[in-house]
């Protein structure tokens, strides 16, 4: 069974502060995202990782940053944190493109901002 | 501009009926498309999956029809059941590794 774990289910931080969302993954997978879920607007992706140190920017990405290190695991960064970025963070992983591209997602930090 | 669009922002079925969960794209290069289920605090989960070369995909108590014409895919679930409860997002992929998602549809099945 694919793995994907987030480092925190809940977190609460303060506007201004640097937050740190890591996403481990245990399949060996190529590909590595990270979307925010808000009621009404869906899953909309941030930033993705096709490699190790290769990031591309998603639909929203302004506001964040990511790190991939190591293949295993994928960070996203809140450099100062916004009340607007009040949101579930979902982690997904995928296999190298191969034409089905089925992602497999862990279970979501849900982030609170004050 | 969304590519995926799920019109129907909540469904409401009955204990052993049929849910059809509907969902339209706009681009003809999608050849891959996906159902997801979500429960609350929880992440997405892989639940179903159609190759634009085919029309039907079955997994047990569900199934996705894709029309290509159409740019239309549905998801049926027969019989319903309460555990099913929970948002169905529809999700699509072409020529890239990444997925666009709809907006997802509430599904509630009522005892």
């Known amino acids: 069974d694919v793995k994907v774990t987030q480092s925190s289910r809940y977190l609460v931080k303060r506007t201004g502060e640097k937050v740190f969302l890591e996403c481990v993954q245990d399949m060996d997978h190529e590909n590595m995202f990270w979307y925010r879920q808000d009621p009404g607007l869906g899953l909309r992706l941030i930033y993705f990782s096709y490699d190790v140190k290769m990031k591309e920017k998603g639909d929203i990405p302004e506001g964040y940053s990511v790190s991939r290190e190591k293949k295993e695991r994928f960070s996203l960064i809140l450099e100062s944190a916004s009340t607007n970025q009040t949101s579930m963070y979902l982690c997904a992983s995928s296999f190298g493109f191969s034409g089905t591209n089925t992602q497999y997602f862990g279970p979501g930090t849900r982030l609170t901002v004050l | 501009d969304q590519q995926v669009k799920q019109n129907s922002p909540s469904l409401s079925v009955q204990e052993g009926r049929i849910s059809i969960l509907n969902c339209d794209y706009t681009n003809s290069m999608f050849d891959y498309f996906l159902w997801y289920k979500k429960y609350p605090a929880e992440g997405p989960t892989f639940l179903i999956s159609?190759?634009?070369?085919?029309d039907k995909n079955e997994d047990g108590r569900f199934t996705v029809f894709l029309n290509k014409s159409a740019k239309h895919l549905s998801l049926h679930i027969v019989p319903s059941q309460p555990g099913d409860s929970a948002v169905y997002f529809c999700a699509a992929s072409g020529g890239s590794e990444k997925l666009v998602f709809g907006k997802g549809t509430k599904l509630t099945v009522n005892p």
């Open positions: 159609i190759s634009s070369i085919k």
